[in-house]
């Protein structure tokens, strides 16, 4: 079980697909002018469920994926 410094149970995870979100809020791109990801540096879908199977091993039990709206990829 992955815990917080609190030592709270860590059990949720966001996952953003993409940095090409076209909201803009704080939580996703706090800074004013964000230079967007190569390609090459955003996780493929392989990538995405070796991480997603990792965590879930670790006692995470809800996934959330974010990174655009609607979800651009």
Do not use: H, K, Q
């Amino acid at each position: 079980m992955i815990r917080d410094t609190f030592a709270r149970p860590l059990r949720n995870l966001r996952l953003s697909v993409t940095d090409r979100c076209n909201l803009r809020c704080a939580y996703c791109m706090p800074e004013e002018e964000y230079a967007w990801l190569p390609r090459a540096d955003i996780l493929s879908f392989e990538e995405i469920a070796r991480l997603v199977d990792v965590f879930a091993g670790l006692g995470v039990d809800l996934v959330c994926f974010t990174g655009g709206e609607p979800l651009l990829r």
